[in-house]
């Protein structure tokens, strides 16, 4: 629900442009970084009530850096590349498979 009205709230600020009807929102409905969890951990992100801390704890054991910039996430992020990794932690993370749902809609992409 939270993410639908999200959702309407930027449609409702773009209503006088017409690009609006080709975007595909990419609404991380707890952090971001509760995207990147099941990279790490199968599980449900949604059970941390923190995930910045969950993911910055498991990249401390990891000795991995935990440096918040676009690079280290772009780093961090790189088994999304692969469809069956994608897959596989969207199961974890409701907003990310929204997100992917959304994508395969605008995009006819066929599983």
Same mark, same amino acid.
């Given at each position: 629900? !939270?993410?639908?009205?999200?959702? #309407?709230?930027?449609?409702?600020? !773009? +209503? @006088?442009?017409?690009? @609006? ?8 409905? #707890? ?12 599980? &449900? ?17 990891? &000795? ?9 996430? +772009? +780093? !961090? ?8 990794? !994608? ?13 992917? @749902? @959304? ?9």
């Amino acid at each position: 629900e !939270l993410r639908v009205n999200v959702i #309407e709230k930027i449609k409702e600020w !773009l +209503s @006088d442009t017409s690009y @609006d009807e080709n975007l595909v929102f990419a609404i991380s409905v #707890e952090e971001l970084e509760a995207w990147m969890l099941p990279i790490f951990e199968s599980r &449900n992100s949604i059970s941390y009530m923190n995930p910045k801390t969950r993911l910055k704890r498991i990249l401390r054991t990891k &000795n991995k850096s935990t440096a918040e910039t676009p690079e280290n996430y +772009s +780093s !961090l992020s790189k088994p999304f590349k692969k469809k069956k990794e !994608l897959t596989k932690c969207a199961k974890h993370n409701e907003s990310l498979q929204l997100f992917i @749902d @959304d994508l395969e809609k605008q995009f006819e992409i066929e599983e």
